[in-house]
């Protein structure tokens, strides 16, 4: 590496271990604290503000992280390989329970984040590019889904965006702050299987 590549490799590095602590101080307490994030990253108020301009700036990195967790247990399970080796009904089983996991740990982050939603750019941005690319992974795989003869037919982008709407509202105070019981879980397995089962008469 040419040494000046290095201020910029180290700039970087920077930013990612400042991101990783200001997603796991949200995590932790719920709240961003400048102060516990730079402490816990080893690094001064001034690298902070250096980096991220603003409190929403550092929200905006905080849910690109938490949506990238959870994104990664949809994507590990929703894919046309898991589908034909578990069977649809046993997919979104275990779906539905990765998810409520996955959203639990991540409700403190996605809750402060997604309240500033709808007054700041960059948060609104780095949601819709992970809803994007989430919308995209789900449609290609139930199209393959629909080729195996295993996903209801229709048009694969709107039963993606069925179900990617469905499974974002697992993230839901009422399911994650109590212990949800089984009758409840079984509902939302049943709801989410019927967007995808094939007719009995097709």
């Known amino acids: 590496m040419a040494p000046s590549d290095r201020p910029s490799t180290r700039a970087q590095r920077t930013k ?3 991101k990783a602590a200001i997603h796991f101080e949200i995590a932790r307490s719920g709240t961003l604290d400048v102060a516990a994030v730079t402490e816990a990253a080893g690094l001064s108020q001034a ?3 250096s980096h991220f301009g603003s409190h929403d700036d550092a929200l905006a990195a905080a849910l690109d992280i938490s949506l990238t967790n959870v994104t990664e247990v949809s994507r590990s399970i929703v894919n046309i390989e898991t589908i034909l080796e578990m069977g649809l009904a046993d997919m979104i089983d275990l779906l539905v329970e990765q998810l409520v996991v996955a959203f639990g740990v991540e409700a403190p982050v996605l809750r402060v984040a997604l309240a500033r939603l709808s007054q700041n750019t960059t948060i609104r941005d ?8 989430h919308h995209l992974h789900l449609t290609k795989q139930l199209e393959l889904g629909q080729r195996a003869s295993v996903v209801r037919a229709g048009e694969p982008d709107q039963l993606a965006a069925a179900l990617l709407v469905s499974a974002q509202g697992l993230n839901n105070p009422l399911l994650l702050r109590t212990d949800a019981n089984d009758e409840t ?4 397995k049943r709801a989410l299987l019927a967007i995808l089962k094939p007719d009995a008469t097709s």
Not at 126 to 133: D, G, L, M, N, P
Not at 185 to 188: E, P, W
């Open 16 to 18: 990612a271990d400042l």
């Open 47 to 49: 690298t902070f503000y």
């Open 126 to 133: 780095v949601y819709r590019s992970h809803q994007s690319a």
């Open 185 to 188: 879980m079984s509902a939302l």
